[in-house]
């Protein structure tokens, strides 16, 4: 069982951290774009990332209730597949509306891999350890985002920015094949549900209305939610258009542009582990249902303002 989980593990980090290339393609690929495209300006690019940004947001929400319904390995496939061929197809389209649709569909594409992943990794990992493990495979975009600008940077520099898609394109594709022979939704004994913490019999008697109301009535759900808002507009106005400020105001060299969007993502990485491991360590000694509502809130602080500060002091 060991052994399969590595298997398993290994080839979801592989996957996700393919989603996030095809993810951060574009983004990455600014500063080429806006020079070689020779119809994209800077509004376009908004326009484009604004309709990811929405069909992302929606699609995340709604694959997360389709994950109870399907099967998650068909979802992570289904994904990592479909986020190559918008890549693949991404250079082919000669209009600024065209390039709008595809990365509206590339969002609802997206939507589809990270439901998917909690749910694989809550059925093959105890509850005590799933903190450190869901950081370690969330710590796979933030490698995949380090490492992409300085090789879209090199690629660039040998084929175009066309290439860039086309490569990042055939590795998803080839990637949504593995995913499929080789994750399983879940172990085939139940030796991952035994161990398992049981639920203490005084939590379920606190929960409030069930379901999604449950959740909009959730003070933490909401202080998670504006703090992640806060996060990703500080993330994406440095991640997004950093390597491009600083390649046009600053004028610094592309490959000095694209090495300090990667130390951001690197620090993202130690960020994510640290916080993997601090998680199980508050669950292990403090049940669920006894945590302070004080330490809840501070962890939950405590994680975002920490990677806004990361990104902060990256700018």
């Known amino acids: 069982m060991p052994e399969r989980r590595w298997v398993v593990f290994s080839t979801m980090f592989a996957a996700w951290s393919t989603i996030y290339m095809c993810r951060r393609s574009f983004t990455s690929s600014i500063p080429y774009l806006l020079q070689?495209?020779?119809?994209?300006?800077?509004?376009?690019?908004g326009m484009i990332s604004s309709c990811f940004a929405t069909s992302y947001g929606v699609s995340?929400?709604?694959?997360?209730?389709?994950?109870d319904h399907t099967s998650a390995t068909f979802m992570l496939s289904l994904c990592v597949g479909l986020s190559g061929l918008c890549c693949c197809l991404f250079p082919l389209a000669g209009s600024a509306r065209l390039l709008c649709a595809l990365w509206f569909v590339q969002g609802i594409t997206q939507g589809l891999g990270w439901p998917a992943c909690a749910k694989i990794l809550r059925e093959w990992y105890p509850r005590s350890q799933l903190g450190r493990w869901w950081s370690v495979l969330s710590s796979s975009g933030n490698a995949s985002s380090?490492?992409?600008?300085?090789?879209?940077?090199?690629?660039?520099?040998?084929?175009?920015?066309?290439?860039?898609?086309?490569?990042?394109g055939a590795v998803a594709l080839?990637?949504?094949?593995?995913?499929?022979?080789?994750?399983?939704?879940?172990?085939?004994?139940?030796?991952?549900?035994?161990?398992q913490l049981p639920l203490p019999a005084t939590e379920s008697s606190h929960q409030g209305p069930?379901?999604?109301?449950?959740?909009?009535?959730?003070?933490?759900?909401?202080?998670?939610?504006?703090?992640?808002?806060?996060?990703?507009?500080?993330?994406?106005?440095?991640?997004?258009?950093g390597q491009l400020y600083l390649m046009q105001e600053?004028?610094?060299?592309?490959?000095?542009?694209?090495?300090?969007?990667?130390?951001?993502?690197?620090?993202?990485?130690?960020?994510?582990?640290?916080?993997?491991?601090?998680?199980?360590?508050?669950?292990?000694?403090?049940?669920?249902?006894?945590?302070?509502?004080?330490?809840?809130?501070?962890?939950?602080?405590?994680?975002?303002?920490?990677?806004?500060?990361?990104?902060?002091?990256?700018?």
């Open 36 to 45: 070689d495209s020779g119809f994209l300006t800077t509004e376009n690019i």
């Open 174 to 195: 080839a990637m949504s094949a593995v995913v499929l022979m080789i994750v399983k939704d879940a172990p085939e004994s139940a030796l991952n549900r035994e161990q």
């Open 146 to 168: 380090a490492l992409l600008p300085v090789l879209l940077a090199y690629f660039h520099s040998l084929a175009g920015w066309q290439f860039n898609f086309y490569v990042i």
């Open 250 to 315: 600053a004028h610094r060299p592309e490959t000095i542009a694209a090495a300090s969007i990667t130390t951001m993502h690197i620090g993202g990485i130690f960020g994510n582990l640290s916080l993997g491991y601090l998680s199980d360590l508050i669950i292990t000694r403090w049940p669920v249902s006894s945590l302070p509502p004080t330490t809840m809130h501070m962890q939950t602080t405590i994680r975002k303002w920490h990677c806004v500060s990361a990104v902060v002091l990256c700018v």
């Open 60 to 67: 995340k929400f709604l694959s997360s209730v389709l994950s």
């Open 210 to 241: 069930a379901g999604l109301l449950g959740v909009l009535y959730s003070f933490n759900v909401w202080l998670a939610c504006a703090l992640y808002a806060l996060l990703a507009g500080v993330k994406g106005a440095t991640g997004d258009w």
